[in-house]
Protein backbone atom coordinates (compact mmCIF):
# COMPACT_ATOMS: atom_id res chain seq x y z
CA UNK A 1 0.00 0.00 0.00
CA UNK A 2 0.92 3.58 -0.52
CA UNK A 3 2.14 6.16 1.99
CA UNK A 4 -0.92 7.94 1.51
CA UNK A 5 -3.85 5.19 1.81
CA UNK A 6 -2.03 4.13 4.65
CA UNK A 7 -2.45 7.80 6.52
CA UNK A 8 -5.69 7.77 5.53
CA UNK A 9 -6.77 4.54 6.81
CA UNK A 10 -5.10 5.49 9.92
CA UNK A 11 -7.43 8.93 9.96
CA UNK A 12 -10.31 7.30 9.04
CA UNK A 13 -9.75 4.13 11.98
CA UNK A 14 -9.02 7.46 14.38
CA UNK A 15 -12.22 8.96 13.40
CA UNK A 16 -14.34 6.01 13.86
CA UNK A 17 -13.03 5.17 17.31
CA UNK A 18 -13.68 8.51 18.12
CA UNK A 19 -17.15 8.44 17.20
CA UNK A 20 -17.48 4.99 19.02
CA UNK A 21 -16.22 6.92 21.98
CA UNK A 22 -18.99 9.73 21.49
CA UNK A 23 -21.91 7.52 20.61
CA UNK A 24 -20.79 5.38 24.05
CA UNK A 25 -20.65 8.69 26.27
CA UNK A 26 -24.14 9.96 24.72
CA UNK A 27 -25.69 6.55 25.40
CA UNK A 28 -24.37 5.95 29.30
CA UNK A 29 -24.49 9.53 30.26
CA UNK A 30 -21.05 10.64 30.79
CA UNK A 31 -20.94 12.77 27.79
CA UNK A 32 -24.13 15.14 26.35
CA UNK A 33 -24.76 16.19 22.87
CA UNK A 34 -22.63 19.37 22.12
CA UNK A 35 -23.57 22.02 18.93
CA UNK A 36 -21.38 25.19 19.26
CA UNK A 37 -21.11 28.39 17.41
CA UNK A 38 -19.31 28.66 16.28
CA UNK A 39 -18.65 25.28 15.47
CA UNK A 40 -15.98 23.30 16.53
CA UNK A 41 -14.08 19.90 15.93
CA UNK A 42 -15.45 18.34 19.21
CA UNK A 43 -18.89 19.19 19.20
CA UNK A 44 -21.06 15.69 18.78
CA UNK A 45 -22.32 16.37 15.20
CA UNK A 46 -19.44 16.88 13.83
CA UNK A 47 -17.49 14.02 15.49
CA UNK A 48 -19.98 11.61 14.05
CA UNK A 49 -20.31 13.30 10.44
CA UNK A 50 -16.79 12.87 9.86
CA UNK A 51 -16.93 9.67 10.74
CA UNK A 52 -19.96 9.00 7.99
CA UNK A 53 -18.26 10.83 5.22
CA UNK A 54 -15.41 8.40 5.58
CA UNK A 55 -18.12 5.80 4.49
CA UNK A 56 -18.13 7.09 1.42
CA UNK A 57 -13.99 7.05 0.61
CA UNK A 58 -13.73 4.06 2.06
CA UNK A 59 -16.32 2.31 -0.66
CA UNK A 60 -14.48 4.20 -3.16
CA UNK A 61 -11.44 2.63 -2.08
CA UNK A 62 -12.46 -0.97 -2.02
CA UNK A 63 -13.89 -0.43 -5.47
CA UNK A 64 -11.10 0.74 -6.58
CA UNK A 65 -8.77 -2.07 -4.88
CA UNK A 66 -11.28 -4.58 -6.12
CA UNK A 67 -11.22 -3.07 -9.80
CA UNK A 68 -7.43 -3.59 -9.74
CA UNK A 69 -6.97 -6.87 -8.71
CA UNK A 70 -9.89 -8.17 -11.05
CA UNK A 71 -7.67 -6.73 -13.81
CA UNK A 72 -4.62 -8.29 -12.59
CA UNK A 73 -6.50 -11.66 -11.78
CA UNK A 74 -8.32 -12.05 -14.90
CA UNK A 75 -12.13 -11.15 -15.22
CA UNK A 76 -13.51 -14.52 -14.51
CA UNK A 77 -13.57 -16.16 -11.42
CA UNK A 78 -11.74 -19.16 -12.83
CA UNK A 79 -8.91 -17.73 -14.68
CA UNK A 80 -6.91 -16.13 -11.76
CA UNK A 81 -3.56 -16.23 -12.99
CA UNK A 82 -1.72 -13.95 -10.14
CA UNK A 83 -2.90 -16.07 -6.62
CA UNK A 84 -2.30 -12.65 -4.55
CA UNK A 85 -4.56 -11.07 -6.38
CA UNK A 86 -7.16 -14.31 -5.96
CA UNK A 87 -6.34 -14.51 -1.54
CA UNK A 88 -6.87 -10.88 -1.93
CA UNK A 89 -10.35 -11.17 -3.85
CA UNK A 90 -11.11 -13.94 -1.83
CA UNK A 91 -10.44 -11.52 2.06
CA UNK A 92 -12.36 -8.70 -0.23
CA UNK A 93 -15.39 -10.69 -0.37
CA UNK A 94 -14.97 -13.19 2.78
CA UNK A 95 -14.88 -9.25 4.84
CA UNK A 96 -18.03 -8.18 2.74
CA UNK A 97 -20.21 -10.89 3.60
CA UNK A 98 -19.44 -9.68 7.36
CA UNK A 99 -15.91 -11.12 8.38
CA UNK A 100 -13.06 -9.85 10.55
CA UNK A 101 -9.69 -9.14 10.26
Do not use: F
Not at 12 to 28: F, N, P, Q, T, Y
Not at 81 to 88: G, H, I, Y
Amino acid sequence: MTAEILRTLDAVRERCEKAHREICGLADGTRKWRMSIPVRADDSDCVLQDALDDVGRLVAMVEAARAGLIAVAGPQRGEYVDRNAREALAELDRLAAGGTQ
